[in-house]
């Protein structure tokens, strides 16, 4: 069965601690995978979509990586805004291309 | 930038009522899907809805789940008669073209079955 595991389940940072978030899949022919940021009570914020082994997006702080088994989310000197889960996915390769997603990592900033 | 519309934000519904959730996908999108997202869980897909018809459910979505688009803009997911394990927040979402595209999800609505 195709599978979406996201490393660690809970993060906290010292503001300006560096740190990689990870997430591994089984999902075979990969059409794309998808990093989201969700707020507490809130829907999942899109942030990157990759394709690619090899492919990586930036965005402020946050880069994004792509091997064939797994992907990383960097987050290089975070601040207290940076705080919120991030949800990994995949697309589902068949039938109407449904996500599945990851649990998450739940990530705090302290200042 | 265009969104994804749910309402209610909350909603609290006795077990066995139905209930009827909203959304207004964006306008040009041809894709729609519900999730749920438990306290705690997993984001889960439950249905998916293109050419005004379901394309795929998953196991969750049974016999008291239904969907429909009823005049072209709006997207509603109805639950016939709730139980308390249908506690969760549900998401509507929508994209413009099947494969490799990002999915835009609403803010949800927090359903709570008492």
């Known amino acids: 069965e195709d599978q979406v595991t996201q490393s660690p389940e809970a993060l906290r940072l010292q503001e300006g601690e560096s740190s990689s978030l990870n997430c591994s899949y089984t999902?075979?022919?990969?059409?794309?995978l998808f990093w989201y940021r969700q707020d507490p009570g809130k829907g999942p914020e899109f942030l990157f979509t990759?394709?690619?082994a090899g492919e990586e997006k930036e965005k402020e702080r946050l880069k994004a990586t792509l091997t064939k088994k797994e992907s990383f989310l960097h987050i290089t000197a975070p601040k207290p805004e940076d705080s919120a889960t991030y949800l990994c996915a995949v697309q589902d390769p068949s039938g109407t291309y449904k996500y599945i997603f990851g649990t998450g990592t739940r990530l705090k900033v302290l200042a | 930038e265009p969104e994804v519309t749910q309402t209610p934000s909350h909603q609290v519904t006795q077990m066995g009522q139905e209930v009827i959730l909203r959304c207004v996908p964006i306008s040009n999108h041809l894709y729609f899907y519900w999730y749920r997202q438990i306290l705690g869980q997993k984001v889960e897909f439950l249905v998916s809805?293109?050419?005004?018809?379901?394309?795929?459910k998953s196991e969750i979505f049974d016999d008291q789940f239904s969907v429909e688009r009823p005049d072209g803009s709006n997207f509603t997911l109805k639950i016939r008669s709730t139980k308390l394990e249908d506690s969760a927040m549900y998401f509507c979402?929508?994209?413009?073209?099947?494969?490799?595209?990002?999915?835009?999800f609403g803010s949800g609505t927090q359903l709570s079955v008492l």
């Open positions: 999902v075979s022919g990969l059409r794309g």
């Open positions: 990759l394709y690619s």
């Open positions: 979402a929508s994209k413009l073209v099947a494969a490799g595209e990002k999915l835009f």
């Open positions: 809805f293109y050419n005004n018809e379901i394309s795929e």
